[in-house]
Each structure stands twice: as C-alpha cells, then as structure tokens.
C-alpha cells in the first residue's frame, strides 16, 4: 500500500525560526510532490509544489527539497510569522494514476510571537 | 465568486436522518473530488468524478453514502440513516485537469454534525 509518511504531528516555531516539516515516501513511482496549506475554517490550498528532477524549488520563504534516494521531501519556512499558523499536508501522485494523491497526516504549525 | 462553493457550511442533524451535502466545482473543472476531514485529523478520500463519471469510489465508508454529478458540474453527496462517526468535515475539491498532477481548489467544506 502506498504511503506517505509526515512528521512532526506538530510543531512550534518562534517567530523568525526556520520551520521544517518531513515526508518519507515507500513508493519511487511518484511523480509529482505538492504541499498544501489549511487555515482553521478553510479547505487546504496548494502552496508549492516540486517534481522529482530537480532537488529544491523556491518560492520567496517557502522552500521544498527533495531527496530522490533517500525517498524523501520537506517543507522549509524561513523566518516564520504568525501569520504561517496552520496546518500543512504533503502528498504525492503516483505515476500510474491521473488523478490520485496520497496525503500525509498534516502537520500542525504554531508560530509563536 | 470562482471559487469551490459548498452547501450548508454547517449541518446539524438526528441519528438516523438523511443529509445532502452540495459541491459547486470551479466552471470547467472536469475533475472532482470528495474528501473527508474529522477533527483535527487528515484528508480522507470518498470520491472522485470525471466529469458525470466516478471511475474511483473506493473511499465511501459504506453503502449508506452516495455521490452524482450532473452535468459536468454540481456534485451531491448523499448519506443515508447519519450515524454519530459520520461527523466531520466534508471537503469537494476540484481540478481544471485530472487532479494527480494538477492543482487542487478545495472548497471551506460542510462541517456535520450528527446528534
């Protein structure tokens, strides 16, 4: 069965901390990695999202790496505002389907002032 | 507004009693899907539809839940005789191409409670 793996469960951060969420992998045909942020009272929204040919994607504080061998990816959030307080939930798409994703748990993120 | 929008936001009903839960996808999203939150708790998959078609419906706990599409477009998602576990979230999503590669527009969900 294919999985994906999230940790921390939760996470407390102080504000200008760098944030660092997991996700381990038990399948290599995935081909497609987005993360996707939940406000309280909100559905999730994709945030960033990477592909397996490159190792790291951008995107102003928001950074996900990827590590192909090790079946591994994470979310880093450099200098962290309250304002980042949510709940973030990778997933990742399985090469043969067009349209499944396989959610991790979430991770519960507190920035504290 | 362009967005997924659902309908009620909030239900509250007996043990027992039948609900209805509405998903509006965004106009043109082909692909859609039906997922369920409990509190606190992951995403779980129900359903997905192309279109009218729900080539995957794997995830419906039950034969006490159901989901159509019409028209390409307003999803249903219908749950027979509510037991309390039924409570949760229930969050439609939907996707301009078949949503495993593509992004995701998830709506704010119809929150349920069965009393």
């Known amino acids: 069965q294919q999985q994906v793996k999230q940790s921390p469960q939760s996470l407390i951060v102080q504000k200008g901390g760098i944030s660092i969420i997991n996700c381990a992998y038990e399948?290599?045909?995935?081909?497609?990695f987005p993360w996707y942020q939940q406000f309280p009272g909100k559905g999730p929204a994709l945030l960033i999202a990477?592909?397996?040919d490159v190792s790291e994607k951008k995107e102003g504080r928001f950074t996900i790496s990827f590590n192909k061998s090790a079946k591994q990816f994470s979310l880093h959030i450099m200098d962290s505002q309250p304002g980042d307080s949510a709940t973030y939930f990778c997933?990742?798409?399985?090469?043969?389907?067009?349209?499944?994703?396989?959610w991790g748990a979430g991770t519960k993120l507190i920035i504290k002032p | 507004g362009a967005g997924v929008s659902q309908s009620p936001s909030n239900k509250v009903t007996e043990k027992g009693k039948d609900v209805e839960l509405r998903c509006d996808p965004i106009?043109?999203?082909?692909?859609l899907y039906w997922y369920r939150q409990s509190l606190g708790q992951g995403l779980e998959f129900l359903i997905y539809?192309?279109?009218?078609?729900?080539?995957?419906k794997s995830g419906l706990p039950s034969d006490r839940f159901s989901a159509e599409r019409t028209g390409g477009s307003v999803s249903t998602l219908t749950i027979q005789r509510t037991q309390q576990e039924d409570s949760a979230v229930y969050l439609c999503?939907?996707?301009?191409?078949?949503?495993?590669?593509?992004?995701?527009?998830f709506g704010e969900g119809s929150r349920l409670t069965v009393l």
């Open positions: 999503a939907s996707s301009f191409r078949q949503g495993g590669t593509g992004e995701l527009f």
């Open positions: 990477i592909r397996p």
């Open positions: 997933a990742a798409s399985p090469q043969d389907s067009n349209y499944q994703l396989i």
């Open positions: 106009s043109g999203h082909t692909a």
């Open positions: 539809f192309q279109g009218n078609s729900a080539p995957d």
């Open positions: 399948n290599t045909a995935f081909d497609y």
